[in-house]
């Protein structure tokens, strides 16, 4: 379905309304700017209803509100790999090796 989805293409909520516009679509969120105040969200992929001449979702108000992301997902998941790799460093000491033990 996200095959389908084109730059410059409207966004409607699950109300019918025009909210905003795809700037960019991936593989798991679609990255609007909305209508009137231009601030930019990402959707989960999992609210796109369907897609004909617009993009359709599955929920409005207060639930959409509280369900897309005013940061890059992508940003926020380099943060996350970062701070994991800063926690489990170093590594745990290598089991010794003994040849001929056993």
Do not use: C
């Amino acid at each position: 379905m996200s095959n389908d989805i084109r730059e410059q293409m409207p966004v409607k909520n699950s109300l019918n309304q025009e909210i905003g516009t795809v700037i960019k679509s991936g593989d798991e969120y679609l990255k609007i700017v909305l209508s009137g105040n231009e601030k930019t969200y990402w959707v989960p992929n999992s609210l796109i209803e369907r897609v004909d001449n617009h993009v359709h979702l599955t929920a409005s108000g207060d639930d959409l509100a509280h369900r897309w992301m005013t940061k890059d997902p992508e940003a926020f998941r380099d943060q996350l790999v970062d701070e994991s790799s800063k926690e489990s460093f170093p590594a745990s000491d290598p089991p010794s090796f003994n040849p001929g033990k056993t």
